[in-house]
Antibody, heavy 114, light 110 residues
Framework: QVQLVQSGAEVKKPGASVKVSCKAS????????MHWVRQAPGQGLEWMAI????????EYTQKFQGRVTLTRDTSTSTVYMELSSLRSEDTAVYYC????????WGQGTTVTVS | QAVVTQEPSLTVSPGGTVTLTCGSSTGAVTSANYPYWFQQKPGQAPRTLIY???IKHSWTPARFSGSLLGGKAALTLSGAQPEDEAEYYC??????????FGGGTKLTVL
């Protein structure tokens, strides 16, 4: 079945970087763009970025421009989201979501900055 | 960046009907904003109910429907069930800009 499996929880110091992975299975990886969405504790959803796994081109919301980088490895059907210069406000659950009516969500990765 | 607005909270009686709306600071919401609706229950990842204004996924209960209403995107729940109590978010896309989520509506079934 189609699923997205994300890497485990991370605890980082302010100023550090974090790299979250999202491994896709059950479908042709390069056929669907992948969104990244985050949710701070007790807060709403926030759209961050999107990547085309086929060509690797990505787009970012202005808020994260320069701090977030999306990459992909087609050999392992994995998308990576790296967020740098972490601050306490980046503490959140990060989700990858397949762009097919946003039909499949990863289980989420908790990133704690403290 | 556009601001997307939703009712902070709504209450519906079991079996009743309620409409959640999603507005945009840029003007009327249209099909070109490709509205999405998501349901999130405590401790769970969001689940997508509706995309492209009114298209349902296979798991979307028939009692949920999406539309455009009075310049906003709308999610109508007809025949509310206790299990529909959740937070609901909308997402709007913008030409030349990035998608934006609304702040969410906490729906109580009481």
């Amino acid at each position: 079945q189609v699923q997205l499996v994300q890497s485990g929880a991370e605890v980082k110091k302010p100023g550090a970087s974090v790299k979250v992975s999202c491994k896709a299975s059950g479908y042709t990886f390069t056929n669907y763009y992948m969104h990244w969405v985050r949710q701070a504790p007790g807060q709403g959803l926030e759209w961050m970025a999107i990547i085309n796994p086929s060509g690797g081109r990505s787009e970012y919301t202005q808020k994260f421009q320069g701090r977030v980088t999306l990459t992909r490895d087609t050999s392992t059907s994995t998308v990576y989201m790296e967020l740098s210069s972490l601050r306490s406000e980046d503490t959140a659950v990060y989700y990858c979501v397949r762009k097919n009516g946003m039909d499949v969500w990863g289980q989420g990765t908790t990133v704690t900055v403290s | 960046q556009a601001v997307v607005t939703q009712e902070p909270s709504l209450t519906v009686s079991p079996g009743g009907t309620v409409t959640l709306t999603c507005g945009s600071s840029t003007g009327a919401v249209t099909s070109a904003n490709y509205p999405y609706w998501f349901q999130q229950k405590p401790g769970q990842a969001p689940r997508t109910l509706i995309y492209d204004t009114s298209i349902k996924h296979s798991w979307t209960p028939a009692r949920f429907s999406g539309s455009l209403l009075g310049g906003k995107a709308a999610l109508t729940l007809s025949g509310a069930q206790p299990e529909d109590e959740a937070e609901y978010y909308c997402l709007l896309s913008y030409s030349g800009a990035r998608p934006v989520f609304g702040g969410g509506t906490k729906l109580t079934v009481l």
